[in-house]
């Protein structure tokens, strides 16, 4: 074997190990997305804003919580939902995520100013929580 060969060899082997390991995932959980959209997302609502506001957030997808292209990555309002939810322990606790979900609405999406809307304000405005995604 060339010397080439022996390092495409090893560097395949490396990425299969790597692979079948347990590398970390993405850190999204859809259980905890659906539980969003079932409390905030009217999907058959006639009203225009409503209607605004389910197509921003199915744009976003995964961006309502996370940024960036890594899931590891989360956002200002996934940061405080993180606080309060395991990802695997949780995800299937819909009580749960409906409880994290209430509290981190009444939180100051800056929490350096007292004047700033909560998160739960600016999703009843039609926003998403942590501003449209980069």
Request: hydrophobic letters at 35%.
């Amino acid at each position: 074997m060339t010397r080439r060969m022996i390092l495409l060899t090893c560097a395949a082997a490396f990425l299969g190990a790597l692979s079948w390991t347990g590398t970390p995932r993405a850190l999204a959980v859809k259980q905890f997305k659906d539980q969003f959209e079932a409390k905030y997302v009217k999907k058959d609502s006639r009203n225009p804003k409503d209607k605004q506001f389910a197509a921003l957030v199915a744009k976003a997808k995964c961006n309502i919580c996370h940024e960036g292209t890594s899931k590891k990555n989360r956002n200002v309002y996934g940061r405080e939902l993180a606080k309060l939810l395991d990802r695997r322990k949780d995800k299937n606790n819909v009580k749960k995520i409906r409880q994290a979900l209430d509290t981190v609405a009444k939180l100051r999406s800056n929490p350096k100013d007292k004047r700033s809307p909560t998160f739960g304000e600016l999703i009843a405005r039609g926003q998403l929580p942590a501003g449209n995604p980069k």
